[in-house]
């Protein structure tokens, strides 16, 4: 009897000990498929890294990078290409424009770059095509705040003939504002002296602006990765925050930041007043802010419309347009929530030509 107790035992321990092994070899191939799919995914994903375009700037933090062309980069068609002067264009852009044209300059963040869609496709361009006497010049970048969308245009769009200027953004952008890094690169920071715009933390190091943007984006496609969602809520549950940098820049308040958009905007209005452009604001929304709209995008909505009206600036706001249509066909205009699909680029496009033939002060410049 105490024999066969030990036989069915020794068969139970075994079959336990193979159950066991079997598990933890699940486990492991499981872990290791993850990685693979990780490793698979990363080739493509740094051949569309914002390295592959982009290049560093002192003063700006980083602009376009010229001449580049990248078929397929946002998938099949979906090309990416630009100038010599580092827009999203095919072609250059002499400083003078001919007499039978008139210039538009959109500027902005990737909404406007158009992640996601092809040249032909981002709304910037739509627009030329929508009316053959407009040229359209798309200085869009990836990760910019309203400041540094603000010097980049100020500077790099000087010596050009511009009639309009589209000035574009997201509710992020305000909020880019409250650091002086983005995913690790330094970035220009804007304050107001005497009520003016000035820039600190310029020039930015060269050194700091490669590794750090490619190990963000190499650690946000990891974002599948079992082990560092384990790690995760582990250290949520144990409510461990994350180790502040000692030494790091402490976030600015909304309140500072909203001083500052107003004097860019003010000094905006002005400088292109006296170069005989007129500057439209531009509000963008996500598709989360539209389905559920939240305190930062009311409190930034309101920043733009009151100072558009204190300083008589042309606003066109998209999420009063987006917010019109039926909810179901809202998702179809985006690509990822935030970024326009080319139907949703082609829809903006569409708007933003009515409201500029319709309001007085922009239709006078464009005729």
């Not at 739509?126 to 540094?148: C, F, H, R, S, W």
């Not at 769009?157 to 504002?177: G, K, P, Q, S, Y």
């Not at 079992?226 to 549950?237: C, N, W």
Request: hydrophobic share 40%; net charge negative.
């Amino acid at each position: 009897m105490r024999e066969h107790i030990r036989r069915v035992t020794r068969i139970a321990v075994i079959l336990l000990a193979n159950v066991a092994l079997l598990v933890a070899l699940v486990v492991v191939i499981e872990g290791l498929s993850s990685y693979a799919f990780f490793l698979k995914d990363l080739v493509p994903r740094l051949r569309e890294s914002n390295l592959s375009h982009t290049e560093y700037d002192a003063e700006v933090g980083w602009v376009g990078l010229p001449n580049v062309d990248i078929q397929d980069m946002y998938g099949p068609g979906a090309h990416l290409r630009t100038n010599g002067q580092g827009f999203r264009n095919a072609e250059d852009f002499s400083a003078k424009r001919d007499s039978d044209k008139r210039r538009i300059v959109c500027s902005g963040d990737s909404v406007t770059f158009g992640e996601h869609v092809g040249n032909d496709q981002t709304f910037c361009n739509v627009l030329a095509e929508l009316d053959p006497k407009l040229e359209t010049i798309n200085m869009g970048q990836v990760g910019y705040g309203v400041d540094q969308a603000y010097l980049y245009y100020r500077r790099d769009a000087a010596e050009l003939d511009v009639d309009v200027h589209l000035f574009a953004f997201i509710t992020h952008d305000f909020m880019r504002m409250q650091y002086d890094k983005f995913m690790g690169v330094p970035r220009p920071v804007v304050v107001l002296e005497d009520g003016k715009p000035v820039v600190t933390n310029v020039p930015i190091s060269q050194s700091t602006y490669a590794m750090p943007t490619w190990l963000a984006e190499t650690l946000n496609s990891a974002d599948g990765l079992k082990t560092l969602k384990l790690a995760t809520g582990i250290r949520k549950r144990l409510n461990l925050a994350p180790r502040k940098v000692p030494g790091a820049w402490d976030a600015r308040g909304a309140e500072e930041v909203k001083a500052v958009v107003a004097g860019i905007f003010e000094d905006l209005r002005d400088y292109d007043a006296a170069r005989s452009r007129t500057t439209v604001l531009v509000y963008f929304p996500s598709v989360e802010e539209l389905q559920q709209p939240n305190a930062e995008l009311a409190y930034w909505l309101s920043v733009v419309e009151s100072n558009a009206r204190r300083l008589d600036i042309p606003f066109i706001n998209f999420v009063s347009v987006f917010g019109e249509l039926p909810a179901a066909d809202v998702t179809g205009l985006f690509a990822d929530g935030y970024h326009f699909s080319d139907e949703g680029n082609a829809l903006v496009a569409r708007e933003l030509l009515e409201h500029l033939r319709d309001d007085p002060r922009t239709a006078a410049r464009l005729q």
